[in-house]
């Protein structure tokens, strides 16, 4: 063993084995890491990252088990150390930092007992300096008023402070490694931004070594200096950051890099997609593993598998074509029978959707205009939830999720509605959707309102629908594919059995699926498939407008770009109108034409999409964009990274004045007290600042 490596992996083998047969999850991985690296893993759901992970500290659950190969820490192999050993190094030597906080800490022991219990555990403290030393780590990981917070439950703290305390546990006992299991990935963007840099920051202080896996490529090129690409179990790309964002040797890490929208990058233009699905990991696999998805495949790759072979200093890679001299991947029109879509399929089903397109199949309205009539309005909208004391002799407490929002969205434009969590956009949607009553304003759609009455609904609901970020949980798993399309049908009851039939069959070719997937169950689809069976669902009574609820946040990146290019043609083919939520701001831009930033129920910034992102005037606007990473190490170089400080503050106590007032770096007094009006900056451009003066 070479001391100047810290983690050494030499053919890592984890096999599960399940009544359906065995499942090869992590294949012949080695891998390196020294003191004081980071190390990215990426790659899509299934690949093997966290599976690999997990298996490195042998906290693989049953049924799995590492087959074969060695895991070199600090000079012992972990292989062969017994279950007591191993206990002092996990969460000692090993700290562990996971992607849910909340399924991780005990949900009925306070933060201090958790704490205390592993410090002393691990480095012999007395009660009062274990306490002591939790205090500072809390202090350290800019968890503010530690002392209090060391009283709390898990559930009394946000995503963010639960994964601060996570990381302050898994640093309480200066481990040498980190493992971080997606540790961002459940949280909004700037609370990302400020998790990315303090593990950046203390790894930097404190020497450890870290291995980062995730699956978004921006925080890759911000946070990571070597990476890893997995596929099917194995390493197929390894180098350092620039060299795999510069020039890679992977047919599948070129497919990875084309089918991420970039905030820096071109908006509408179509994103690649990696089409067809990974290997069935219970089956041997002969050959290479990509083949089956690869534009470069050769007949020898159906017979041989590549090792990981030397591309440059460093660089490694599992091809046997040389991907630069093959002239890279093709840019693929998007077609591949039953999993993808086109503009011409959209065309072809098109007209039957609401007469909107010409003979030819052409969309009447290929992008809004000034003058396209306005499809939703909405005015003065409010929401206060009511929550009621446990004790009644005290006054519930009032929650003010929407206050005083005005919107207007016009035939064929997208509207990227984005904040961070808990600033009203989820209650936005469902107002819009009827399934919350405002507790002011008014809504319309077609100049049909909202209301009450179960028949005026019935036929409002019919002009505005929506996409699930979940689909899955919003189907019924006893239901075919069949039916879940054909149930708004069912429930206007104005459809024929004829004309039912024949119109699922077109919603379903129109999101690019085949009608052999209408006997199916949705158990038996992927993330993809299901989120395109909500949109022909969505579809179905042809709505004017479709609501859009975080329904790529759920997706691997791959799957991620077929959605959004199947929104586009979709958009771009019957004109429809869409209110996109979401906080993936690459995402948002690459889709919108308008945006509405929205900050504590209220909306702070709108305007043109280019206009917004390229010069945002409201801070709160501006610390978003800056938080967002750019899947380019060159760009995140050279960027200056302002970390917006702080949460979002209790819509139960908003404070008084302008709402951003406590976290704004161009606060003035002003902003304390006196709320600033959403005003003109410009043609369409509406701002809610002070300082935007």
Not at 245 to 251: D, G, I, L, T, V
């Amino acid at each position: 063993m070479n001391d100047e490596w810290l983690l050494r992996v030499k053919g890592l083998t984890t096999h599960f084995e399940t009544d359906s047969g065995t499942v090869r999850a992590v294949n012949d991985v080695s891998f390196d890491l020294k003191a004081g690296e980071r190390l990215a893993i990426v790659g899509e759901s299934g690949s093997g990252k966290s599976a690999m992970a997990m298996s490195l500290i042998r906290l693989i659950a049953y049924p799995g088990n590492i087959v074969g190969g060695q895991i070199w820490f600090e000079g012992n192999d972990l292989t062969k150390l017994s279950e007591r050993e191993l206990n002092r190094i996990r969460g000692g030597r090993i700290g562990t930092i996971f992607q849910d906080p909340m399924t991780s800490l005990d949900p009925v022991m306070r933060i201090e007992d958790q704490m205390v219990s592993a410090i002393r555990r691990h480095l012999g403290f007395s009660a009062p300096a274990a306490r002591a030393y939790a205090v500072s780590l809390l202090e350290q990981v800019g968890i503010p008023d530690p002392e209090s917070r060391l009283g709390s439950y898990p559930f009394e703290m946000s995503g963010g402070m639960r994964q601060r305390v996570m990381i302050a546990m898994a640093l309480s006992c200066k481990p040498r490694l980190i493992l971080a299991d997606e540790p961002t990935t459940a949280l909004d963007v700037t609370i990302q931004a400020q998790i990315v840099e303090l593990l950046k920051r203390l790894t930097e202080q404190t020497g450890s070594a870290m291995l980062f896996i995730t699956h978004d490529l921006g925080l890759v090129a911000r946070f990571a200096q070597k990476v890893a690409v997995m596929y099917a179990g194995r390493i197929v790309e390894y180098g350092t950051v620039a060299q795999l964002f510069a020039n890679p040797q992977h047919p599948y890490t070129q497919s990875l890099l084309r089918t991420i929208p970039s905030i820096a990058g071109t908006p509408g233009k179509r994103l690649q997609q990696i089409h067809g699905f990974p290997p069935d990991m219970r089956k041997p696999i002969e050959g290479c593993s990509f083949r089956e998805r690869c534009s470069l495949a050769e007949a020898r790759c159906r017979i041989d598998m590549p090792e990981l072979t030397a591309r440059g200093e460093g660089q490694l890679a599992a091809c046997w074509r040389d991907v630069e001299a093959a002239g890279g991947i093709r840019r693929a029109d998007e077609t591949e029978a039953g999993s993808s879509v086109t503009p011409a399929a959209v065309a072809a089903a098109s007209a039957a959707y609401a007469g909107e397109t010409s003979a030819g199949g052409a969309s009447a309205v290929a992008s809004p205009s000034s003058a396209a009539p306005h499809i939703l309005e909405v005015k003065g909208l409010h929401k206060v939830f009511r929550k009621p004391s446990l004790l009644p002799w005290k006054p519930g407490k009032h929650i003010y999720a929407v206050n005083g929002i005005d919107l207007t969205l016009r035939r064929g434009e997208t509207m990227g509605l984005v904040g961070e969590s808990g600033c009203g956009k989820s209650t936005v949607a469902r107002l819009l959707l009827g399934l919350e009553s405002p507790s002011d304003g008014a809504i319309a759609v077609d100049g049909i309102p909202a209301v009450e009455a179960a028949e005026g609904m019935k036929s409002y609901r019919k002009r505005i629908q929506m996409v699930f970020q979940d689909p899955y949980s919003s189907f019924n798993p006893k239901m075919t594919i069949e039916h879940i399309i054909a149930e708004p049908l069912d429930v206007q009851g104005q459809t024929a059995p004829e004309e039912r039939n024949r119109k699922v069959r077109e919603l379903i070719q129109q999101v690019g699926l085949d009608a052999s997937f209408l006997d199916r169950y949705p158990n038996q689809l992927s993330g993809g498939q299901r989120q395109r069976i909500g949109i022909a669902r969505a579809l179905a009574l042809s709505p004017s407008v479709v609501v859009a609820d975080e329904p790529t946040s759920a997706l691997d990146v791959s799957v991620r770009a077929q959605v959004i290019n199947l929104l586009c043609d979709l958009k771009e083919q019957l004109g429809l109108s869409f209110i996109f939520i979401s906080h993936d701001l690459s995402t948002v831009r690459h889709i919108s034409d308008s945006i509405a930033v929205m900050y504590l129920g209220q909306i702070v910034e709108q305007g043109p999409a280019e206009e917004v992102f390229v010069h945002p005037l409201h801070p709160y606007t501006r610390s978003l964009l800056a938080a967002v990473p750019v899947p380019d190490p060159a760009v995140e170089a050279d960027r200056e990274i302002t970390v917006l400080e702080g949460e979002l503050p209790s819509p139960a106590n908003p404070p008084g004045g302008c709402a951003f007032h406590s976290r704004c770096p161009l606060v003035q007094p002003r902003c304390l007290g006196e709320k600033p009006a959403l005003t003109g900056a410009g043609e369409r451009r509406m701002v809610a600042c002070h300082a935007a003066g």
